[in-house]
C-alpha cells in the first residue's frame, strides 16, 4: 500500500520566514472559545464545514473551561466541575473524509494565552495515594520570554501544544475525553507542537475533528495530573488523505522523526501496540521486511511515555529518526 504521504526528505517544512509571515493576522475560518463540547460522538453536531486543505483558526479555553482564573487558589480544586472538563472547539466537518482514510493535521501555528496554572487535583494523578491536598499555581507569561518562573531559581521552556487533538469515534455514546483513544483524544504528547503533522485515522464521516486542552509546558508522562493548563490558539490544516497506508491509532513526525503512538490499560500493552505499529511504518513505508524491521526498532528507535494519568489509558509512544534513511 502507499505511503500516508511522499516520503518525508521531500514534505515541506516551516522555515524561520514563513513563521515570520504567519506572524500577521491571516484571515481564516475560525471557531472561538464558545464553539465548543467536551465529549466524544459521532453525534455532535459540526461547528463548521470545511474542503479539504483548509487551515481552520481554533481558539481554546483551559482545561477546566474557566472554573479557574489567574486568582485562584488551592481551595478552587476542590470545586471543580469535572463534568466541564476538556471544552474541546469543534467539531469541524472536513468534505470528502470518509471511514478507512487518514486526516493529516499540520500544527502550523500554536500560541499560548497570557496565564496559566499547575496543580494537584486529590485523588487524580500517578502518586495519588501520596499526594492527597490539593496544589495550585498560577503563571503569567512574558510574550518576549521563553521560559516560565516555576520557583526562584527555576526555569522551565515554554513549549505549547494541544493535550487533547482527535476525530469522532463510530459511536453514538458519549464517551468521557479524560483517556486516550484510536481517535485521538487526550494524548498528552508534549512533541505535539508547531510544526508536527499528525495523522488521524477516520471513523466517520467528515472526521469530526476537535483541539483544545493547551498546555504551555509538560514533561514526558505528566505524572501530576496536569501541565501548565493554558488557553490557546492554533491555526491547523486539514487535509483528507485516501488511498495511503491504513493506521489504527494517531501517528505524527516531525522534520527530524517520524512517531507512532499507542494506548493501554497499562504500559506493557501500549508500548507492544506501539512497537508493531512502528514495525508496520518500516515495512509499508520504508520497504523492510518485518525480520529487518524489528532489528532496526532495537537500535534506533525510541520508546516513550507520553502520559501516565488519564485512566483508565496510558499512551506510549515510539519515533525513529529520519536522517538514518539515506539516499545512496
Same mark, same amino acid.
Given at each position: ?16 520566514? =514563513? ?25 455532535? %453536531? ?5 474542503? =479539504?486543505?483548509?487551515?481552520?483558526? *481554533? ?12 486568582? =485562584? ?21 472536513? %468534505? ?34 501520596? *499526594? ?8 503569567? *507569561? ?187
Amino acid at each position: 500500500m502507499g505511503c500516508l504521504q511522499p516520503p518525508e526528505d521531500d514534505v515541506a517544512r516551516p522555515t524561520a520566514e =514563513s513563521s515570520d509571515a504567519q506572524a500577521a493576522p491571516r484571515d481564516l475560518p475560525t471557531l472561538t472559545r464558545e464553539q465548543t463540547h467536551n465529549k466524544f460522538s459521532r453525534d455532535i %453536531e459540526p461547528r463548521l464545514r470545511v474542503p =479539504s486543505g483548509t487551515t481552520v483558526r *481554533f481558539e481554546t479555553e483551559e482545561a477546566t473551561d474557566g472554573q479557574l482564573t489567574p486568582d =485562584s487558589t488551592a481551595e478552587d480544586l476542590l470545586t471543580v466541575d469535572f463534568d466541564r472538563v476538556h471544552p474541546l472547539t469543534g467539531p469541524v466537518f472536513v %468534505e470528502g473524509a470518509e471511514p478507512g482514510d487518514v486526516l493529516k493535521v499540520t500544527l502550523e501555528r500554536v500560541e499560548a494565552g497570557g496565564w496559566g496554572w499547575n496543580g494537584i487535583l486529590p485523588g487524580f494523578s500517578y502518586l495519588a495515594d501520596e *499526594f492527597t491536598e490539593p496544589y495550585l499555581r498560577t503563571y503569567e *507569561f512574558d510574550p518576549d520570554d521563553p521560559d516560565v518562573r516555576f520557583l526562584d531559581g527555576v526555569r522551565v521552556p515554554l513549549r505549547p501544544f494541544p493535550g487533547v487533538i482527535a476525530v469522532a469515534p463510530d459511536t453514538s455514546e458519549r464517551l468521557n475525553t479524560i483517556p486516550p483513544r484510536a481517535n485521538g483524544g487526550n494524548m498528552d504528547d508534549k512533541d505535539l507542537t508547531e510544526g508536527a503533522i499528525v495523522y488521524l485515522p477516520v471513523f466517520v464521516p467528515g472526521a469530526l475533528f476537535s483541539i483544545g486542552d493547551g498546555h504551555a509546558a509538560q514533561g514526558d508522562g505528566e505524572v501530576c495530573g496536569t501541565a501548565i493548563e493554558i488557553p490557546m490558539t492554533v491555526e491547523a490544516k486539514l487535509e483528507v488523505i485516501k488511498g495511503g497506508r491504513s493506521i489504527k491509532e494517531p501517528q505524527y513526525e516531525h522534520a527530524g522523526y517520524y512517531a507512532v503512538t499507542a494506548f493501554g490499560t497499562d504500559l506493557d500493552q501500549a508500548g507492544r501496540k506501539a512497537t508493531r505499529y512502528m514495525l508496520d511504518y518500516l515495512v509499508e513505508d520504508r520497504g523492510l521486511d518485518r525480520t529487518e524491521a524489528y532489528a532496526l526498532a532495537s537500535v534506533a528507535a525510541d520508546l516513550k511515555i507520553a502520559e501516565v494519568v488519564d485512566l483508565p489509558h496510558m499512551l506510549v509512544t515510539m519515533k525513529i529518526p529520519k536522517d538514518i534513511f539515506v539516499r545512496e
